[in-house]
């Protein structure tokens, strides 16, 4: 099963659009890091991905000090605008070999440069379809509505998902 560790953002757009819950029905196991939960400024988002972590569905990871010294040194050899929270899930992506889950550009490109996989909210859609979690109808509301919430989404693979979609 395939491991992966979420950015704060993936779980802000999942639960804007309603489909949280439906993220955790996906085969695949969720991990994130104390950073990303933190965070969370949204009460009820908060209350939503606590009660995934509750009942065992999301695995948060605490740093002890040593990897805490790694994150700032990641951070400041990135350069750029990558934030600590960014350089946690980057880092431990990439110490368990998991597949890092995040709509962050900047993230996305630093951590791909590390040779690190790194999928993102439309990897999300696809499974959610593969899997039966949705039906491609839902898909495209549903990422039409994240498309009105979220202006930095890639309109134009979008865009072709609609249109396969559609057809399906």
């Not at 889950?101 to 999928?119: F, H, M, P």
């Not at 439309?122 to 899997?131: A, K, P, R, T, W």
Request: hydrophobic share 40%; aromatic share 8%.
């Amino acid at each position: 099963m395939e491991i992966v560790v979420n950015d704060t953002n993936i779980f802000i757009d999942l639960y804007s659009i309603g489909l949280l819950e439906q993220f955790f029905e996906l085969p695949i196991t969720v991990h994130t890091v104390d950073f990303v939960i933190n965070e969370l400024k949204e009460p009820e988002q908060l209350k939503a991905v606590n009660e995934f972590i509750k009942n065992g569905k999301l695995k948060v990871q605490n740093f002890d000090t040593k990897d805490l010294i790694d994150i700032i040194n990641l951070q400041s050899r990135a350069g750029g605008n990558v934030s600590i929270t960014d350089c946690a899930v980057w880092h431990y992506a990439k110490i368990n070999n998991y597949t890092l889950l995040t709509g962050d550009g900047q993230l996305r490109n630093k951590a791909i440069e590390s040779r690190l996989t790194v999928k993102g909210i439309i990897y999300v859609f696809d499974q959610l379809i593969e899997c039966g979690v949705i039906f491609p109808r839902m898909a495209i509301s549903k990422i039409q509505d994240l498309m009105n919430i979220n202006t930095r989404l890639p309109k134009k693979i979008i865009q072709e998902r609609i249109e396969k979609w559609s057809n399906t």
